[in-house]
């Protein structure tokens, strides 16, 4: 599963405690991403889906 579709799975199913742990572990593994928070993973994610609203 690719990245994208383990993000998709997440916001569908944000009860899935393992798929969010998997998820953040691959952030966490990209060059360049911090993540430190809840909130600063929200905002993330809010950022990335007007990215690609724009597109």
Known sequence: MS???LRDYV???PQ???AFQTYMDRLQNEPGIEITSMDQFEQ????RIR?????
């Open 44 to 47: 993330l994610v809010r950022e």
């Open 51 to 55: 990215q690609s609203q724009k597109e």
């Open 16 to 18: 899935d405690q393992a």
């Open 3 to 5: 990245r994208e579709q």
């Open 11 to 13: 916001k569908k199913y």
